[in-house]
Every structure is written in structure tokens, then in C-alpha cells.
């Protein structure tokens, strides 16, 4: 039998704004419910550490599932072999059709993903694929660059980052991953690129923000695949 959590709330609050219910007092662990003074009752809900557990599997469950470089078999059915194997020569995992806006940030959360699945169901070849991402990342890639600053043999050497441009320092910026090979690019220096093969799509210039830029959803899950592969 759940917990009842019963609240006055005011009948112009409902027509002018969403109401919100803070539950931060609440400490016990249990099955809560809230019942408001309209004799409107609502659906029950856990309050307890674990409670987003389940959630967070189903959602990293489901980001793996949709890999392709390698057969998936999520159990009860949900299966799939290999595919878009034409595309992964570099072992990467992405799919032609992500290379488009940020395309590094798009591997480099794939990696996030599957090291957070990995924590809940160990499993190689989570790990694995982590990592042929994370090399990608490095160098093995079609250009043979790196897309860290100051990090590899061949590390690009003009992100579009102002702090680079602007303190007289032939380098760059430690450390800063651009957000990569973009085929629908926006600033007119990628735009003139021919048309290639989309890990093509890239060019290392200070201008080039549509494919060199080192944006925040690329390096905040650099920074977790990095520190959780340390710790490994």
C-alpha cells in the first residue's frame, strides 16, 4: 500500500502554471503517492536510491542494441546481426547517416553509453566497442589524425576556439576534441570541401566551426570515457 503525500494546491495554479511537487523532505524509501485536495489521485512512485536504476538499463540496453559493427543479442528475442559493415573499416560506430553536425560528439557518447551499460551487465564487448571508438577518435580514422589537441602523432592543430587564435601560442589549447567530419557543414570553409566520403567531410581550420570546433558535448563524455577507462 503506497504512501499518501497530500497537498492543497490552488485552482488557478493548475490554469496558469504547471505545479511541482517537491519531495526532497521526504526520506523514508517506499511507494509514495500524491493526492491533491481536488480528490485527484495520482499514479504510485518509488522514492529510493535505486529508483532510476531500472530506467537507466532499459535506455543503455537500447543505445547498444542499435550498434552496428557487431552482432547485438539483447536476450528474449531482440537480435540482430552485424550491419552498415561498409561503413566500419575503421571499426568506429557510426553509421553513414551520423556524420552529419558533431559527429564526434555522437561517437564519443556512444562510447559514455555503452561503459554505463557495461557497469550494470559486464560485458567485453561493451568495452570493446568503447574503445574502437575512442581510437577512432585518437587517429584511426580515414584522415590519420588525431581530433584531441596535443594528444597523438597527429593532432589537429586549428581548432576553431578563441582562446587558441588569440594568446600568441603557435599550439593550441591542450587537450580540446573537435566535433568532427560534418557532410551538412554550415561555415562556408567546410562547405567548400568537394563532396566525399563522409569521414572525409573535415577540415582543420580556425574558421571551420561547422566540423572543427571543440564544443561541450564533445568533451564532457571525452572526460568520462577517459576517467572510467583509467580506472579499469
Known amino acids: 500500500m503506497p504512501f ?7 485552482a488557478w495554479a493548475i490554469l496558469l502554471e504547471i505545479p511541482c511537487a517537491d519531495y526532497s523532505s521526504v526520506k523514508a524509501p517506499g511507494e509514495y503517492r ?27 540496453r537500447s ?14 528475442g531482440y537480435a540482430h546481426p552485424k550491419c552498415h559493415m561498409e561503413a566500419a573499416g575503421y571499426k568506429n560506430s557510426l553509421p553513414l547517416e551520423d556524420y552529419g553536425g558533431a559527429s564526434n560528439s555522437i561517437v564519443a557518447n556512444h562510447s559514455l553509453l ?24 585518437l587517429g584511426r ?11 597523438g602523432s597527429r593532432p589537429l592543430q586549428h581548432p576553431h576556439h578563441r582562446p587558441s587564435v588569440a594568446d600568441n601560442i603557435v599550439a593550441p589549447w591542450p587537450g580540446l576534441l573537435s566535433n ?18 563522409p569521414m572525409r567531410m573535415y577540415v582543420d581550420d580556425e574558421r571551420a566551426y561547422s566540423s572543427n570546433e571543440p564544443i561541450i558535448s564533445c ?6 570515457i577517459l576517467a572510467t577507462l583509467h580506472t579499469q
Open 180 to 197: 568532427g567530419p560534418n557532410t551538412d557543414p554550415a561555415d562556408p570553409i567546410t562547405k567548400a570541401l568537394p563532396r566525399q566520403a
Open 63 to 76: 543505445f547498444y542494441g542499435q550498434r552496428c559493427g557487431f552482432d547485438v543479442n539483447l536476450g528474449g
Open 114 to 137: 555503452l561503459l554505463i551499460a557495461n557497469q550494470f551487465e559486464p560485458d567485453r564487448s561493451y568495452t570493446n566497442c568503447a574503445l574502437n571508438d575512442l581510437h577512432y577518435l
Open 34 to 60: 500524491l493526492e491533491l485536495d481536488t480528490v485527484v489521485s495520482g499514479d504510485s512512485f518509488p522514492i529510493r536510491k535505486d529508483a532510476y536504476d531500472n530506467a537507466l538499463l532499459l535506455t543503455m
Open 141 to 151: 580514422n580515414c584522415l590519420g589524425i588525431s581530433w584531441v589537441t596535443q594528444l
Open 219 to 224: 568533451n564532457a563524455p571525452l572526460v568520462f
Open 4 to 10: 499518501v503525500l497530500h497537498c492543497v494546491l490552488n
